[in-house]
């Protein structure tokens, strides 16, 4: 029997929900070559949605041609100008020839190798450069509005996990050279898109930063309890299994509807159910996540300070006067000049983020397993 639920992989079809209104707006966006960054913690569906957006869009439309990359391995810019370099004539070329044909075109002053390997005509498209003796070009960049003209298309360009960029030692400059070269190219336009809120915040929310409004800056909201509720109940159904509109509610709210963790408790509990799923089974199924998580977390708390987890602790607790005497006093958080630079700390790794004024967590279960398993201890 297949099983329901996927987690951990990007969804399509039958297993994406709801979010029908950023899809219109990313492919509102795409058809009116406007530049768009996508902010949102891990796990809540930015490579879906954008996914979904592309599929959308391809379906009618053959003038556009999208490029994808992931930046996530480039630790230099050069790395990021040589998988702009790759992936532009990947995705322009159909086969083994053309990409050939299409590197000698496009890129040739970059001296490119090529190694094809495979009966079935896979490739390699390798530089046969030492990138630190004869760096590529930053005139890359220009390649997609080169394509564009010579092809007469659009071209949108998706950068996944684009805050890498922050990690560059040459960051701001690169930054800069990326903005110029970006902003002249009238046929092309680029999706941008990451999960380290502060990073991508840095590059697109600092009046300073090269990339300041740069385009739509897309915050992506989490999918709604009722949206979950219909979804969970409708796979059960569809399995042959039943769940209240109740405990389905309970399973989307005990992950506080973070779609990765839903998706995953849903399965442990579908997993469990003969017939009809229970709050216990959610229950025992959240516990087997817990457990299954229980090393990384002592690992986390083992890399913090002392006041950093005890800041943590107070969160679980629901303290809001974090500087009153008694929540130092009891948390070991020091004094109360310290507050800004614990919160700022723990920002900065991504355990917690500013949501509307509140401070949460970015990992729902990490607050379960402070309150279920680290504060007993
Ligand atoms: N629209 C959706 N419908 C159903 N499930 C979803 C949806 N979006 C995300 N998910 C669930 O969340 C998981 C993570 O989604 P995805 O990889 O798209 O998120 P992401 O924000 O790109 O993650 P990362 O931060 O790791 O890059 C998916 O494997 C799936 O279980
Ligand atoms: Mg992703």
């Given at each position: 029997m297949e099983i329901p639920f996927v987690y951990g992989k990007i969804v399509s079809d039958n297993d994406f929900v709801d979010r029908k209104e950023e899809t219109d707006k990313l492919v509102s966006n795409i058809l009116s070559q406007t530049n768009t960054a996508i902010i949102s913690p891990r796990r809540w569906g930015k490579s879906s949605l954008v996914n979904k957006a592309i599929r959308s869009v391809s379906k009618t439309e053959d003038s556009i041609l999208f490029v994808r990359m992931n930046a996530f391995k480039c630790e230099t810019s050069q790395d990021l100008l040589e998988l702009f370099a790759k992936r532009m004539v990947e995705e322009i070329s159909t086969s083994a020839e053309t990409v050939i044909s299409n590197a000698r075109e496009f890129i040739s002053r970059l001296l490119p190798k090529l190694s094809i390997s495979g009966p079935s005509g896979e490739y390699e498209l390798s530089f046969g450069v030492d990138l630190r003796e004869s760096p590529i070009s930053e005139d890359v960049l220009d390649l997609p509005q080169q394509v564009a003209s010579k092809r007469r298309k659009k071209v949108i360009v998706c950068i996944d996990e684009f805050q890498q960029i922050g990690e560059f030692s040459d960051t701001k400059k690169f930054q800069r050279i990326l903005r110029s070269h970006w902003q002249e190219q009238p046929d092309v336009a680029y999706m941008l898109y990451g999960s380290k809120k502060h990073m991508m915040l840095n590059i697109f929310g600092e009046y300073s930063s090269p990339f300041y409004k740069f385009g739509d800056l897309m915050f992506l909201p989490k999918i709604s309890n009722e949206v979950w509720v219909d979804y969970i109940r409708n796979r059960f159904a569809q399995t042959g299994k039943t769940i209240t509109d109740e405990v389905a509610s309970t399973l989307a709210s005990a992950v506080e509807n973070h779609s990765y963790?839903?998706?995953?408790?849903?399965?442990?509990?579908?997993?469990?159910?003969?017939?009809?799923?229970?709050?216990?089974?959610?229950?025992?199924?959240?516990?087997?996540?817990?457990?299954?998580?229980?090393?990384?977390?002592?690992?986390?708390?083992?890399?913090?300070?002392?006041?950093?987890?005890?800041?943590?602790?107070?969160?679980?607790?629901?303290?809001?006067?974090?500087?009153?005497?008694?929540?130092?006093?009891?948390?070991?958080?020091?004094?109360?000049?310290?507050?800004?630079?614990?919160?700022?700390?723990?920002?900065?790794?991504?355990?917690?983020?500013?949501?509307?004024?509140?401070?949460?967590?970015?990992?729902?279960?990490?607050?379960?397993?402070?309150?279920?398993?680290?504060?007993?201890?």
């Amino acid at each position: 029997m297949e099983i329901p639920f996927v987690y951990g992989k990007i969804v399509s079809d039958n297993d994406f929900v709801d979010r029908k209104e950023e899809t219109d707006k990313l492919v509102s966006n795409i058809l009116s070559q406007t530049n768009t960054a996508i902010i949102s913690p891990r796990r809540w569906g930015k490579s879906s949605l954008v996914n979904k957006a592309i599929r959308s869009v391809s379906k009618t439309e053959d003038s556009i041609l999208f490029v994808r990359m992931n930046a996530f391995k480039c630790e230099t810019s050069q790395d990021l100008l040589e998988l702009f370099a790759k992936r532009m004539v990947e995705e322009i070329s159909t086969s083994a020839e053309t990409v050939i044909s299409n590197a000698r075109e496009f890129i040739s002053r970059l001296l490119p190798k090529l190694s094809i390997s495979g009966p079935s005509g896979e490739y390699e498209l390798s530089f046969g450069v030492d990138l630190r003796e004869s760096p590529i070009s930053e005139d890359v960049l220009d390649l997609p509005q080169q394509v564009a003209s010579k092809r007469r298309k659009k071209v949108i360009v998706c950068i996944d996990e684009f805050q890498q960029i922050g990690e560059f030692s040459d960051t701001k400059k690169f930054q800069r050279i990326l903005r110029s070269h970006w902003q002249e190219q009238p046929d092309v336009a680029y999706m941008l898109y990451g999960s380290k809120k502060h990073m991508m915040l840095n590059i697109f929310g600092e009046y300073s930063s090269p990339f300041y409004k740069f385009g739509d800056l897309m915050f992506l909201p989490k999918i709604s309890n009722e949206v979950w509720v219909d979804y969970i109940r409708n796979r059960f159904a569809q399995t042959g299994k039943t769940i209240t509109d109740e405990v389905a509610s309970t399973l989307a709210s005990a992950v506080e509807n973070h779609s990765y963790y839903v998706q995953q408790l849903a399965q442990y509990a579908w997993l469990r159910t003969e017939k009809e799923c229970t709050e216990g089974i959610v229950d025992m199924s959240l516990q087997s996540i817990l457990d299954s998580l229980n090393l990384q977390f002592v690992n986390l708390m083992d890399s913090m300070t002392e006041k950093q987890r005890g800041f943590l602790c107070a969160m679980c607790d629901g303290v809001r006067n974090y500087s009153a005497i008694q929540t130092l006093a009891k948390y070991k958080l020091g004094t109360s000049g310290n507050i800004r630079i614990i919160k700022a700390a723990l920002k900065k790794r991504d355990i917690i983020e500013d949501a509307g004024g509140t401070l949460e967590f970015q990992d729902p279960i990490l607050r379960l397993w402070l309150q279920r398993v680290y504060k007993t201890i």
